[in-house]
């Protein structure tokens, strides 16, 4: 009998050079800068890769995946779908463009029964989303907000991340 470790994957993606639609990958790079994360802990910056992120999405057992989202609410509104949701027509249709090469990855996965077990959605609605390396001030503003939200969900699957020390610390 092997001792399996489950391992989460953490996925940002959308697209950099559009401002806010980069907010998945920026949420990435804040948590490889702030923290240290156990080997079972796995981040990964999506971009719009598609496909080619099929070895990742089946290497683990559950998966938080952050991105915009095209909500009802004012730009910087947190929107969580779970696994159910995502499969839903409704979460389909409000999702960015190329969350839906997203869904269709995942169900790449689930038919050859290597998809993770579990899916966490966490969507930000978007400010602004023109060309442009930095977020808007409002969703710069969500980023420790949202990474707090995934260091919770990682604390409650028992995986620790430790703060990494900014310059001057003891």
């Not at 079972?40 to 559950?62: C, N, S």
């Not at 995502?86 to 269709?104: F, I, K, T, V, W």
């Not at 995942?106 to 579990?118: F, M, Q, V, Y």
């Not at 390396?133 to 707090?148: F, I, K, N, T």
Request: glycine content about 14%; proline content about 6%.
């Amino acid at each position: 009998m092997t001792n399996h470790r489950k391992k989460i994957g953490v996925l940002g993606i959308g697209n950099l050079l559009l401002g806010d639609e980069g907010f998945g990958v920026h949420m990435i790079r804040y948590l490889e800068k702030h923290w240290l994360f156990p080997d079972e802990v796995q981040l990964m910056d999506g971009g719009t890769a598609g496909i080619y992120m099929a070895p990742f999405l089946e290497d683990v057992d559950r998966l938080i995946v952050v991105d915009v989202v095209a909500g009802d609410g004012p730009p910087g509104t947190i929107c969580l779908f779970d696994g159910e949701d995502l499969r839903g027509a409704n979460a389909q249709l409000r999702m960015s463009p190329h969350q839906l090469g997203l869904l269709e990855v995942l169900e790449i996965c689930r038919l050859r029964e290597l998809a993770p077990a579990k899916v966490q959605f966490i969507g930000v609605v978007p400010g602004r989303i023109e060309t442009g390396m930095e977020l808007s001030d409002m969703l710069s503003g969500r980023v420790p907000e949202v990474a707090g939200m995934i260091l919770n969900t990682l604390e409650e699957e028992g995986f620790h991340a430790r703060n990494i020390p900014g310059p001057g610390a003891a």
